[in-house]
């Protein structure tokens, strides 16, 4: 059974960085894509980023520049660097991870496996 375990998110001010972490203990992600998503109170879940199995990453408009996406298979995990953050992206931050993930956009709904999500607060 895939479990996906977020951490690293917090309280910062604007402009600072934080970088989210997901682990999958004992699960090689190897072959699949991975996703990072987020959902601000009151809105609707939208992906930020993903990486496909290849390497390949996507970004949606807001987090291109400032985020960057990467993975470590040896480890099974996969992380998100958050510079230049904004009191726009405070929201709950998922990682998500699937079969065909990521190969065609950052929102496909091919992810199968989501963790329990981490918080992250920028603060004005």
């Known amino acids: 059974q895939l479990r996906l375990v977020e951490s690293g998110g917090g309280l910062v001010q604007s402009g600072e960085s934080l970088r989210l972490s997901c682990e999958a203990p004992?699960?090689?992600?190897?072959?699949?894509?991975l996703g990072w998503f987020r959902q601000a109170p009151g809105k609707e879940r939208e992906g930020v980023s993903c990486?496909?199995?290849?390497?390949?990453?996507k970004y949606v408009d807001s987090a291109k520049g400032r985020f960057a996406i990467s993975r470590d298979n040896d480890k099974d995990t996969v992380y998100l660097q958050m510079n230049a953050l904004k009191p726009e992206d405070t929201a709950v931050y998922f990682c998500?991870?699937?079969?065909?993930?990521?190969?065609?956009?950052?929102?496909?709904?091919?992810?199968?496996?989501w963790g329990q999500g981490t918080q992250v607060t920028v603060s004005s």
């Open positions: 990486i496909t199995s290849g390497g390949t990453t």
């Open positions: 998500a991870a699937g079969l065909a993930a990521c190969d065609n956009s950052v929102s496909a709904p091919e992810y199968n496996h």
């Open positions: 004992g699960y090689g992600l190897d072959f699949l894509g």
